[in-house]
């Protein structure tokens, strides 16, 4: 899969998980405010880890092929750079903004069931290649 194509599926996948937060939206309009807020507040988390991906690969892509563990390394410091803004992200938006955490939950769980379900329907690899 060329980079052109790996970044037409990133942004495909980052609309379905717009659409996916406005559905979360919409179905937590019924609880509360605080619950939109909330799950308004775990969609971004989910849209955020997915644009971090996205941004991440695209710059392995730009790299020279002709090391394949400097990729490695680049792509293993964009998981745990991703894991611990995600981490960040719910201790602001539980312990910090007390927001309800089952429609944070939901939403950030549904983004990120988007993320794993359309990567697998594309083939779309995580390095860009």
């Known amino acids: 899969m060329d980079m052109q194509s790996n970044t037409l599926g990133i942004r495909k996948i980052l609309f379905y998980q717009v659409i996916t937060a406005c559905l979360m939206l919409l179905a937590w309009s019924f609880d509360s405010m605080q619950a939109v807020i909330a799950a308004l507040f775990g969609a971004l988390i989910a849209i955020t ?60 769980i549904a983004g990120q069931a988007v993320l794993s379900i359309s990567s697998l329907k594309t083939g779309l690899t995580a390095n860009g290649r």
Do not use: C, H
């Open 49 to 108: 880890n997915s644009w971090l991906l996205a941004w991440r690969a695209g710059r392995v892509a730009k790299r020279p092929a002709d090391n394949p563990e400097g990729d490695l390394r680049v792509m293993l410091y964009a998981a745990f750079e991703r894991f611990a803004i995600v981490i960040m992200l719910f201790v602001a938006g539980i312990g910090v903004l007390q927001l309800n955490a089952l429609p944070l939950l939901t939403s950030f």
